[in-house]
């Protein structure tokens, strides 16, 4: 992962909402709340919260008396997502660095994370960091993406760029979001780290849009992949979403369009 990688800032966070979270991150939103207020958690920690999805699905399944803490490294999507969440005394917004998080040893009866560990600089600390601030028989719940030939649209679409931009081809998709799927080497991060043993799902949704031009704006506009398009061609990012609309039409039809997505769900019990 590159640092540039980390940086959700400017338009971003509110085209990471808007776009990507329909099309990706909301059917996985859900399983994740459902998996985390099964064990009727009294005390929860958010990892790498981005626009808070799963802040949105979880916080109606928690007690009335649950403290419920959501961090995430970048402030500006934190803000994001505070301003979408419905006033609520039992969330507490903190910005936090996964590898060395703000709070005491066993204060959380479950830490969950969506689609973070792959930004981890260093997985072992930030596992390392969650079994140390979970109380003994607490649960670490966290998903990450499946290889990239898994998620059609997002493999559809680092494919267009590539023909875009042969010399330079921007890769953060199969970088970084797609580039911590092997469960193997999953498992042992977690065994560096201290956890005994996990338990992983890999489990298939279906991506739909009402058209080709949701997609392309959702992963062109609403990642880094929008930082790396403009480094290459200043000015360039209408075309380039226009030309990966054009080919997840070529591939897909005109219309409404739908594909596979697929990620790992990792459960992990100290």
Excluded at 72 to 81: C, F, I, R, T
Excluded at 89 to 108: G, N, V
Excluded at 159 to 176: G, V
Excluded at 246 to 269: F, L, P, T, Y
Aim: aromatic share 10%.
């Amino acid at each position: 992962m590159l640092e540039a990688d980390k940086l959700f800032a400017g338009s971003i966070p509110e085209n990471y909402d808007r776009y990507m979270v329909p099309l990706i991150f909301a059917p996985y939103a859900r399983d994740m709340a459902e998996r985390v207020a099964a064990f009727s958690p009294n005390a929860v920690l958010e990892i790498a919260a981005g626009t808070g999805v799963v802040t949105r699905a979880l916080a109606p399944g928690l007690s009335p008396g649950a403290r419920y803490v959501v961090t995430d490294l970048n402030q500006p999507m934190l803000d994001y997502a505070a301003s979408r969440q419905a006033a609520d005394s039992r969330i507490e917004w903190r910005q936090a660095d996964a590898m060395a998080l703000p709070f005491e040893d066993a204060a959380f009866d479950a830490v969950c994370c969506q689609f973070g560990a792959m930004f981890f600089p260093d997985r072992v600390a930030a596992y390392r960091e969650a079994r140390r601030v979970l109380r003994p028989g607490g649960h670490f719940i966290f998903n990450v993406w499946d290889r990239i030939e898994d998620n059609v649209f997002a493999d559809d679409v680092t494919k267009a760029l590539a023909r875009i931009f042969p010399e330079d081809p921007p890769r953060f998709l199969a970088r970084t979001p797609h580039g911590y799927h092997d469960t193997a080497l999953i498992r042992r991060d977690l065994a560096d780290a201290g956890f005994s043993g996990a338990t992983v799902d890999t489990k298939a949704e279906e991506s739909r849009a009402s058209s080709p031009d949701l997609p392309a704006m959702a992963f062109c506009r609403g990642t880094v992949l929008r930082t790396e398009i403009e480094a290459r061609k200043p000015g360039g990012l209408d075309a380039a979403t226009d030309y990966a609309a054009a080919a997840i039409a070529d591939r897909h039809g005109s219309g409404e369009v739908a594909a596979k997505i697929q990620a790992h769900v990792i459960v992990a019990a100290v």
